[in-house]
């Protein structure tokens, strides 16, 4: 890139390399702003005669195009991207979306040094038109073989992230206790209320039973055959294990275990295990409460109906220190 002093009227159609500011200090103008006819008149009014731009070199792109040109490779599914000032461009989320990050792949682009790109982070719910993640060049200009090498490098080993559509997710919920199923249900129901609606779900089905094994497995085949999104079993006692009550009730209804145990606090005591396709979470006694825990965490992707592996819950300990 190279910078240099031109007079106004030679400036049309070029790029400020510095921002131009009014005598009194106000900003007129910015740094990376290209020059417009209308620019020109402002400036002449100002009392300006000269500006520094920049002009490219050989083998360089504009950064707008380049940043473009990189985030049509980062993702993938319900998201659009959308160019900003200053050699940005934003990805939004065209509908309620989970996103998914590879954060090995994120961090090797952004060791590159030509561009860096800032995400929303991975399992994370995101509303209609958010802002999920963000690419920014080097100033004014980049050069073409590290662009390519970044797009190469995003073409073989990316999507780099996922916006996974949520779309009409159910949910089923198990209340249990071991003396009253009811008594769960009148104790908690509002709070699991309350964790839904964070992620646009304003009612659920709900089976209230005593915490006893063969009711238990029962309860949870009756929502199964209603082919709910999501099923989460809430006791008033927290889970002990896959042997216990609910544990075993999973697995007489043919559910596989997945994972107990999540390195996130709140949340550590948690089960999760799938019925072919639906996973049933059995959850830790913090979900009585409205603060953000586990279920916060694993709630987006299951929703988006992505398939948590026993790999990926352990892999929130980074983080995952919640209050």
Same mark, same amino acid.
């Given at each position: 890139m190279l910078a240099k002093v031109l007079g106004i009227r030679e400036s049309t159609g070029k790029v400020l390399c510095r921002t131009v500011f009014r005598p009194g200090g106000k900003k007129l103008l910015a740094k990376g702003h290209l020059i417009s006819e209308e620019d020109i008149r402002l400036l002449e009014m100002?009392?300006? =005669?000269?500006?520094?731009?920049?002009?490219?070199?050989?083998g360089?792109?504009?950064? =707008?195009?380049?940043?473009?040109?990189i985030s049509a490779e980062v993702g993938c599914g319900s998201m659009e991207i959308r160019l900003a000032a200053g050699g940005r461009a934003n990805l939004v989320a065209m509908e309620d979306v989970c996103v998914l990050v590879d954060d090995d792949l994120l961090q090797q682009i952004n060791c590159a040094g030509s561009a860096v790109i800032a995400t929303t982070a991975n399992f994370s719910?995101?509303?209609?038109?958010?802002?999920?993640?963000?690419?920014?060049?080097?100033?004014?200009?980049?050069?073409?073989?590290?662009?390519e090498a970044l797009i190469?490098?995003?073409?073989?080993?990316?999507?780099?992230?996922?916006?996974r559509p949520i779309r009409n997710p159910s949910v089923g919920v198990v209340y249990t206790d071991p003396t009253s199923g009811d008594r769960a249900r009148q104790l908690f129901e509002n709070v699991m209320h309350q964790r839904l609606e964070r992620f646009g779900l304003h009612s659920h089905m709900?089976?209230?039973?005593i915490e006893e094994e063969?009711?238990?497995?029962?309860a949870i085949s009756q929502l199964l055959q209603q082919r709910p999104t999501v099923i989460v079993v809430a006791s008033t006692t927290a889970p002990a294990g896959p042997q216990d009550v609910?544990?075993?009730?999973l697995q007489r209804v043919g559910c596989q275990i997945e994972r107990f145990l999540a390195p996130v606090e709140p949340g550590t005591l948690l089960l999760l295990a799938y019925h072919g396709d639906v996973p049933v979470v059995s959850?830790?006694?913090?979900?009585?409460?409205?603060?953000?825990?586990?279920? =916060? *965490?694993? *709630?987006?992707?299951?929703?988006?109906?992505?398939?948590?592996?026993?790999?990926?819950?352990?892999? *929130?300990?980074h983080g995952g220190l919640l209050c």
């Open positions: 100002e009392g300006m =005669d000269k500006v520094w731009v920049t002009e490219l070199e050989e360089e792109i504009p950064e =707008d195009e380049a940043v473009m040109r719910y995101a509303r209609q038109e958010q802002r999920i993640a963000t690419v920014k060049s080097v100033p004014f200009a980049v050069p073409r073989t590290a662009m190469s490098i995003l073409k073989q080993q990316g999507p780099l992230m996922q916006a709900a089976a209230a039973v063969v009711v238990v497995s029962k609910v544990g075993s009730a959850a830790p006694g913090c979900y009585r409460s409205a603060k953000p825990n586990v279920l =916060d *965490l694993l *709630l987006p992707p299951l929703l988006a109906r992505y398939r948590i592996s026993g790999w990926e819950v352990a892999c *929130l300990g």
